[in-house]
């Protein structure tokens, strides 16, 4: 069966450093969600890409953070500096359908960890 | 999106089934019910989503009440493996929706 790649698995970081996370969804989504989760708490959304657009990003703290899907395929997500709240775990979801299409299913990557010292 | 409102943690013993709540008593007629769990260290896992009627996968069962307002996720015959973190989220159709997790409910099957 079909998966999400992330990686990599497990990152530690120092603080003001830059860091990048790379996410393969699974072939023919076109739907491609970055989210974080913090410990203890359920996953939040960070950006939602259909394609390579962009369709929501307001969750997601520009100043250090961005998100590419340059050709609509694989993507990146980075922080640059890296702070201390930013460990937490990152989660690469994709879908086939679009996003809130009636039969939308997320399928989830097993994420990447990342501990920011 | 409505918010749903489900208890922290329960547990079930191996074999049995499982009944997790969720409420969601400001549910809109065009918003659906969606079930996934998260084992630990994991990313999440859909499960099964229903608008209005009963559903059943060949994972689990979701019953919704008539009103609409409340729904629990039935696991027939729980295992072990099923211990995880369920996240039951009411989420409407378009671009704009979105699936927002709460803390879900943390579901311990024991020997």
């Known amino acids: 069966e079909a998966e999400v790649a992330q990686s990599p698995r497990y990152k530690i970081t120092e603080k003001s450093q830059a860091v990048a996370f790379w996410c393969d969804p699974i072939s023919g989504h076109a739907t491609l969600y970055w989210y974080r989760q913090i410990l203890g708490q359920g996953p939040e959304l960070l950006v939602q890409?259909?394609?390579?657009?962009?369709?929501?990003d307001s969750q997601l703290p520009k100043d250090r953070f961005s998100a590419e899907r340059l050709k609509g395929v694989d993507s990146t997500l980075k922080i640059q500096p890296a702070e201390l709240g930013d460990s937490a775990m990152y989660l690469c979801a994709s879908s086939f359908q679009a996003s809130g299409s009636l039969r939308e299913t997320q399928y989830f990557g097993p994420g990447t960890r990342l501990l920011v010292l | 999106d409505a918010k749903t409102t489900q208890p922290p943690s329960m547990d079930c013993a191996e074999g049995r089934a499982a009944n997790l709540p969720c409420n969601h008593s400001?549910?809109?007629?065009?918003?659906?019910v969606y079930w996934y769990r998260q084992i630990h260290s994991q990313g999440p896992q859909y499960i099964i989503h229903?608008?209005?009627n009963n559903e059943t996968n060949e994972m689990a069962s979701l019953i919704i009440t008539e009103d609409r307002k409340s729904s629990t996720l039935i696991l027939p015959h729980a295992t072990l493996r099923d211990t995880a973190v369920y996240y039951c989220i009411v989420r409407g159709t378009g671009a704009n929706s979105k699936l927002t997790f709460g803390k879900g409910i943390t579901l311990s099957v024991r020997p």
């Open positions: 400001t549910i809109s007629g065009n918003e659906y």
């Open positions: 229903g608008l209005k």
């Open positions: 890409f259909q394609d390579e657009s962009v369709v929501d």
